[in-house]
């Protein structure tokens, strides 16, 4: 375990304002027409270098042309300079200064004087020598050419052709950095073969798309990671926009999202579980099923016909707590089953739920029928109401219609909170009948509730 952190002590170190010594005086030689720069690697009294030493500057001069003071290569340890480009018998002063890490820099070493030597007579000076100019087999490339002295600025362009090359001579390590690009290479120069090691990429820059170690990636201007394809696990990761509509898919599971950021779908690779908000449909056309076609509104399933009509189920506004199914539209006429907690209704309505006929079943256990019952066509019918009368009342209801062939049976009672009471029916018809209520508290209201049927 580590402990705590002393307390802080702030030292202030000063610049170095210190410059190495001056370098030993360089050894200076010529020969096949170029300048060649020795030095020691020492100071001037013969010392070694301080430790932040950094480099040694090689100078040259023409001491006839004022300003032609240049700096032409430079040394980090003991080591030659060659200098080309150099007139013949022209004389041209070398020096050496030392720079440290700091950037001080000495004073220069001793200046030392030499001037080139033709390698021809003069005749030939300044034109390019042949081989009608040479004795076949009278230059011995290992006694007449120093090592490493012909440099690429020392040989004609285009002077070494093809045929002069031996086998597998050019190898990568004999290649600059960057020297080979693509306009250097044929169309089907990398055809067939294995690139290993390699970054490809379509720019260095974003946007980009870059194939590399850490698999395959593509990366927005602003340098947001849009795919990635692990090369090490083989995991993956795809969104088709960093922002508003757009799709997201990884190992976590499937993402969508509208053009206002909200999240309408998710797939959930975990836990197995797919949510979605919106419309889902199982064609566009014809005989389908829309699951909430009105997103927004009620939720609904349409199941549709070819002919765009369609049969619903859906949680009904008109009264809460309520499933309602219904039938498709013809003739301005529909069956509509309604459940809720406290009933359930079986009716036949309008194309605007209207005028209902069916069969009501109730919580307290009343059974009501809206309409008729009977065998449409034939003399069978039946029908129910209720009316509300004071105790000890004679009168007579009417039930809005007129039964034909004959006086139908009527069954009458009434109710309030006392319980059951009698209704005497007086007389009867085909259109009502006349009644008279019995006990119960004087002046209370009651209900009369009558069935009539008819065979």
């Known amino acids: 375990m580590r402990g705590e952190f002393s307390q802080q002590v702030i030292v202030l170190i000063e610049d170095d304002m210190v410059p ?7 050894a200076l030689m010529t020969r096949l027409g170029v300048i060649h720069v020795s030095w020691d690697g020492r100071g001037s009294a013969g010392e070694a270098m301080p430790l932040d030493f950094d480099r040694a500057l090689v100078w040259i001069e023409d001491p006839l042309v004022a300003g032609s003071t240049r700096v032409v290569d430079s040394l980090q340890t003991a080591g030659v300079v060659v200098i080309g480009d150099q007139p013949y018998g022209a004389d041209r002063e070398v020096w050496l200064t030392a720079l440290d890490r700091s950037g001080n820099q000495s004073t220069r070493s001793v200046v030392m004087t030499i001037a080139t030597q033709p390698l021809v007579g003069t005749d030939v000076i300044g034109t390019i020598i042949d081989g009608a100019n040479i004795v076949r087999g009278s230059v011995n490339a290992a006694d007449a050419v120093i090592a490493n002295t012909i440099t690429g600025a020392l040989v004609q362009a285009l002077a070494i052709e093809t045929g002069h090359l031996k086998a597998n001579a050019v190898t990568l390590d004999k290649l600059a950095a960057g020297s080979v690009d693509a306009a250097r290479l044929t169309a089907t120069a990398i055809d067939g073969k294995v690139i290993t090691g390699a970054i490809l990429r379509t720019a260095t820059s974003n946007p980009r798309i870059q194939l590399g170690t850490a698999g395959l990636e593509a990366f927005t201007p602003a340098g947001v990671r849009t795919v990635h394809i692990d090369a090490a696990s083989g995991q993956f990761s795809l969104q088709s926009a960093v922002s508003g509509a757009r799709i997201s898919l990884d190992t976590t599971g499937l993402r969508a999202f509208t053009g206002d950021g909200r999240q309408i779908a998710n797939l959930n690779t975990a836990t197995g579980e797919f949510d979605i908000i919106g419309r889902i449909q ?142 005497t029916v007086s007389s009867r018809s085909d259109g009502g009948f006349g009644f008279s209520t019995t006990g119960g508290a004087p002046g209370a209201g009651y209900r009369i509730m009558y069935w009539v049927w008819k065979q």
């Open 282 to 423: 199982s064609g566009l056309t014809g005989a389908r099923v829309v699951i909430n076609p009105d997103f927004g509104s009620d939720p609904e399933i349409r199941f549709y016909e070819p002919n765009g009509h369609y049969h619903y189920i859906t949680a009904n506004v008109a009264a809460p707590d309520s499933l309602q199914m219904g039938t498709v539209v013809v003739n301005n006429r529909k069956a509509v089953l309604q459940l809720s907690h406290d009933s359930a209704e079986f009716t036949i309505v309008d194309g605007n739920n209207q005028g209902p006929v069916g069969l009501v079943v109730k919580r307290d256990g009343w059974l009501d029928f809206i309409g008729r019952v009977g065998n449409p066509g034939g003399n069978g019918a039946f029908t129910r109401g209720e009316a509300e009368f004071p105790a000890g009342t004679t009168g007579s209801i009417g039930y809005g219609f007129t039964f034909t062939d004959g006086v139908p049976v009527i069954v009458a009672t009434m109710f309030n909170i006392f319980g059951p009471h009698g209704v």
């Open 20 to 26: 190495p010594p001056a370098p030993s005086a360089p």
